[in-house]
């Protein structure tokens, strides 16, 4: 056996794995789609003493779209994104970013939630939902609450989420009327982690002037960056190519990635900037040509 | 702590079986070690390789990222059932056969469940979507270009 023992429980409705949950705190654990759970038990990195299974609770999945908002389900499946086309056009930094999200086989099990709720900084949805300012419905046996995307990852692998709580839908807001999106990554093969990867949204006034830009990388952190302030100088200006750049040179003097094996610091650094130069270029003429 | 243990029932190239599994045993090691359907590979057993991808409902997942006790009530497709009842090849099987798309062996079962769903799905790929979709299984002779000519010539036969 390749994981340590444990007791395994299928939940039956969302209360019952809350009531379970806040009974057993930190020995347990919710097992959604178990893509990053279960290797970590099999290398015996994780030993949770209970697993809860959610994949029974069919209202934590699926889109619910809603005035002003798009709501997703936590235990919605990246394959049932890929395979929504409407909501891959709504939201093109999601459909961008999907295909580099592992393989096939693991998309079809992977879900939104568990994704979020793992952090792992060099994952592509972190970066993407602080970059389309989620925010995180969290739910306990007690009580209800929403956080920013912004106040819930807090380190590495680390969240805002508590022993006794699960996040159960993330909201996003629709998008911003004259604006374009771009999510660009690259790694050493399709499916791996990538060495920077970059979500970049541009809305534009009537004037077609900068009005807002965000601007957000997986890979080069603890947590994804917000670096948005990278892009300060462009606002309320056209997007020449020269600010652009200076976009990028800024963004690269804000983020400290810690290298690895595969990219040193400075190569992460310098992938970063070229991808927030084309990144930012397409989101602006995306507000035009659309996605 | 006593050994956990639940009562599944689910079905495997379409026999049913039941059987009493620790929780903690994964569905690769359920195959093979528990039915005896030694055909599912298992390689890095995290979710990396690829060698142990079956379907789960028609859909390819790793079996060694499952637990056996999740697989309660569905249904499993493994590369035992992938051929004819009466020995007849599926028309990837005898595609890899054609063009050599098996070196070693080893992750040709991973390969052919991936393989054969994604045609299901997509009936005429372009090379590159065939080698995206090969992304998630790793052949260690290195011999890809023999298992996309494979997948293309069985894309080709399967559309008559």
Known sequence: MKPAPFKYIAATSLEHALALKAEHGDDAKFLAGGQ?????????????????????????????????????????????????????????????????????????R??????????????????IALALEARFRVRSAKQERLIAAADFFTGALTTDLQPDEMLVEIELPAPKPRSGSCFMEIARRRGDFAIAGVAAMVAMDTQDKCAEIRLTLCGVGETPVDASAAADGLIGQAPSEQAIRDAAASLQGMI???????????????????????????????????? | ????????????????????????????????????????????????????????????VRSCLMLA??????????????????GTYHPLQQAMHDHHGLQCGYCTPGILMTMTAFL????????????????????????YQNIVDAVMTAAMRMRG
């Open chain 1, 36 to 108: 990053s759970l279960i290797p970590a038990m099999n290398f015996r990195l994780a030993r949770p003493a209970v697993l809860i299974d959610i994949n029974g609770i069919g209202d934590l999945a699926g889109l619910r779209p809603q005035e002003g908002t798009v709501r997703i389900g936590a235990l919605t499946r990246y394959r049932a994104l890929q395979r929504d086309d409407t909501f891959g056009k709504l939201f093109p930094l999601i459909g961008e970013a999907l295909p580099h999200i592992a393989h096939p086989q693991i998309r079809n």
């Open chain 1, 110 to 127: 992977g879900t939104v939630g568990g994704n979020l709720s793992h952090a792992d900084p060099a994952s592509e949805l972190p970066a």
């Open chain 1, 256 to 291: 400290e990635p810690a290298g690895n094996v595969h990219a040193t610091t400075e190569y992460q650094r310098h992938v970063a900037g070229v991808l927030t130069e084309r990144a930012l270029r397409t989101a602006a003429q995306r507000v035009h040509d659309g996605y």
């Open chain 2, 1 to 60: 702590m006593d050994t956990d243990l639940h009562e599944i029932t689910l079905s495997v190239n379409g026999a049913s079986y039941t059987r009493r599994v620790e929780s903690r045993m994964l569905l690769s090691d359920f195959l093979r070690h528990e039915l005896g359907l030694a055909g599912t590979h298992v390689g890095c057993e995290h979710g990396v390789c690829g060698a142990c991808t079956v379907l789960l409902d028609g859909e390819p």
């Open chain 2, 69 to 86: 006790v999740q697989a309660k009530g569905h249904a499993i497709s493994t590369i035992e059932g992938l051929a004819s009842k009466d």
């Open chain 2, 120 to 143: 299901d799905e997509n009936a005429s790929p372009s090379e590159d979507e065939v080698r995206e979709a090969l992304s998630g299984n790793l052949c260690r002779c290195t011999g």
